[in-house]
């Protein structure tokens, strides 16, 4: 009875004490906010490595997007959850260095809100015209715009945002001048390039590469680490003399700010080895953009030199925050 009772006794200790400890990460669903709408680059680059990451961490992770103000909203709501891992959130250059630095009151912190998990992939940017322009280089343009500074407009996606910085840096760097004109996303500002209403936008290539291959557009440059597969004969700023404008956009993977370690590390880990497969890499490509695999501390020190060097920008160009 004794040894019958002492092994009984050592099976309830052990039930208890698995009941106690901490299940495995991840042990159900874990969601991923993409603070844009969708069918935007951030939203199909998170789908892109939410269907792998959910196989190789054997838990659904869901998209769950929440766009508005410019990302804003999205981020905000992102810092807020539990810092369990099972909130995460695209971290990405228009939230997390270019918005928190052209409003006067950001919802959150970029750096101190946020545990960034490991760069996704970089989007070049490309500087695209309407062909009836004439503008057959970077160079032409330029001598365009100082010969009628008032003649010329470019569009954005709104005031703020990326490509309106954009806009403004290139006026900055080279000295010229053009009119902004602010729309409602980038769709409606190439729609108006198309119609000649508009002369030059400064968008990313997922979203001109469709309008580039059938010349309804014509790209002058582009900003890219190195010419691009897709488009051979296009220079970047960095050959053109614009070196302060050959910084491609990146997208990343983050957290609320204090998930533990072992987690982030996991994570990371598990984005690295779904970049690393070739139909991941395919399907990010196609997109327009490079796969850039990072090691979770070298995107966290990125994202805070990234925000040190849009507050200079913003500061060199004199911006009025919003």
């Keep these: 009875m004794n040894r019958r009772h002492l092994v009984l006794g050592g099976l309830a200790g052990a039930a208890l004490n698995a009941l106690a400890s901490p299940q495995a990460y991840p042990s159900k669903p874990v969601k991923l906010i993409v603070p844009y709408a969708p069918g935007g680059t951030t939203d199909l680059l998170a789908r892109i490595v939410a269907t792998k990451l959910s196989t190789i961490l054997g838990q659904p992770v869901v998209v769950d997007n929440r766009p508005g103000a410019g990302g804003s909203v999205g981020s905000a709501a992102a810092a807020k959850q539990p810092a369990d891992g099972y909130t ?10 270019v918005n928190p630095n052209v409003y006067a009151k950001s919802l959150y912190d970029p750096v101190k809100d946020f545990a960034p998990i490991g760069n996704i992939a970089d989007v070049p940017n490309v500087l695209v015209t309407n062909p009836a ?6 160079q032409s343009l330029v001598k365009m715009l100082k010969e009628q500074p008032s003649k010329y407009s470019f569009g954005s996606s709104g005031n703020g945002g990326l490509s309106h910085i954009n806009g403004e840096l290139f006026k ?38 469709e309008l580039i291959q059938a010349k309804r557009v014509k790209p002058l440059v582009v900003a890219a680490k190195s010419r691009l597969k897709l488009l051979p004969q296009v220079p970047t700023y960095a050959e053109t003399g614009l070196p302060a404008m050959n910084n491609p956009s990146w997208f990343g993977l983050g957290g609320p700010a204090g998930i533990p370690t072992e987690i982030l590390d996991q994570l990371n880990r598990a984005l690295n080895q779904a970049l690393s497969d070739p139909a991941v890499v395919s399907a990010i490509e196609k997109q327009g953009a490079v796969p850039s695999p990072t090691p979770r501390k070298e995107f966290a020190a990125f994202v805070a030199a990234e925000n040190l060097r849009w507050a200079k920008i913003v500061a060199d160009l004199r911006f009025e925050k919003m």
């Design 88 to 97: 995460l959130v695209m971290v990405v250059e228009s939230s997390h260095a």
């Design 133 to 138: 322009l004439g503008a057959e280089s970077v």
């Design 172 to 209: 900055h760097v080279t000295g010229t001048d053009m009119l902004h004109v602010p729309y409602k996303g980038l769709g409606p500002a190439l729609s108006d390039l198309l119609a000649g209403q508009i002369n030059v936008v400064f968008d990313n290539i997922p979203s001109s590469m």
